[in-house]
């Protein structure tokens, strides 16, 4: 399953805003998207398609035409450099994305194989996070992390230093707030044990200079629910509980 996530960014003056897509990674020149190449960026039920033109095209002004005609527009890859590597990009912008939906601050997910790049909104109240790998400097052995980050979190209630617990069932991790008054903690900690839950707490990352909160989660929890690094999982979130289970993209419209 190849996904990768972005938001709509905002392009433009502050008085002339429009919405934009970016798109950069070694995952395009994998799938054709070389920089130079001619891209179809057009509208489609649920978002956007980008689908890689042939080189031999009989007729660049058919192509352009056909492709307005439908609302789209026809743009180019090209290269970029970050620390000291080079990436094509792929960027696409104005009010045409708006009529596709595709509003500034939405969060995006895109599937893509070979020459087809599908562009989707995430569902209201919905995250993406991706099962990494993590390694014991010390052992040398592996296990699976998953890192769940933003001030997206804040949004839901789950500030800095809140208590928080985690149950792992099969194909599920639900994370819930709890209470941590001094007075209650024995309590909690009692409860914790009798449901077999973990009890962890939202720590503050930095990055950048920016503090963000964060939940990391780790071994067993993860083994229970069955979830291995490369899985990409759908957060489903509401007021003070996240519900992590498998990305199915028949959900989201592809």
């Known amino acids: 399953m190849n996904t990768y996530l972005l ?10 805003r429009r919405p934009g897509i970016y798109l950069y990674g070694k995952w395009l020149h994998d799938m054709g998207f070389i920089p130079g190449a001619l891209v179809q960026a057009s509208p489609e039920p649920g978002g956007m398609i980008f ?3 042939n080189e031999n095209i009989l007729s660049y002004s058919e192509l352009d035409a056909g492709t307005r005609e439908r609302g789209g527009k026809l743009i180019q890859a090209y290269c970029t450099e970050y620390k000291d590597t080079q990436y094509p990009v792929l960027m696409t912008t104005g009010q045409y994305l708006h009529d596709a939906g595709m509003n500034m ?4 997910i895109a599937n893509y194989s070979p020459g087809t790049i599908h562009v989707r909104k995430l569902p209201a109240s919905t995250r993406v996070a991706r099962v990494t790998n993590l390694k014991d400097s010390y052992t040398g052995k592996s296990s699976p992390k998953l890192l769940l980050q933003g001030l997206w979190l804040l949004e839901f209630g789950f500030n800095y230093h809140s208590l928080i617990s985690a149950l792992s069932e099969p194909g599920l991790i639900t994370f819930q707030l709890r209470d941590g008054s001094l ?3 024995k309590e909690l900690v009692r409860f ?3 449901h077999k839950m973990k009890l962890s707490e939202v720590r503050e990352k930095i990055s950048r200079g920016k503090s963000y909160p964060s939940i990391t989660v780790t071994g067993s929890c993860l083994d229970k629910a069955g979830f291995i690094p490369g899985d990409e999982l759908l957060a489903t979130c509401g007021d003070g509980v996240i519900k992590l289970q498998k990305l199915g993209l028949q959900g989201l419209g592809f």
Do not use: K, W
Request: charged content about 15%; overall charge negative; some cysteine.
């Open 7 to 16: 938001t709509v960014t905002n392009t433009g003056s502050a008085s002339s």
């Open 51 to 53: 689908t890689l033109c």
């Open 105 to 108: 601050g939405d969060a995006l």
């Open 183 to 185: 007075e209650n903690y």
């Open 192 to 194: 914790i044990r009798e």
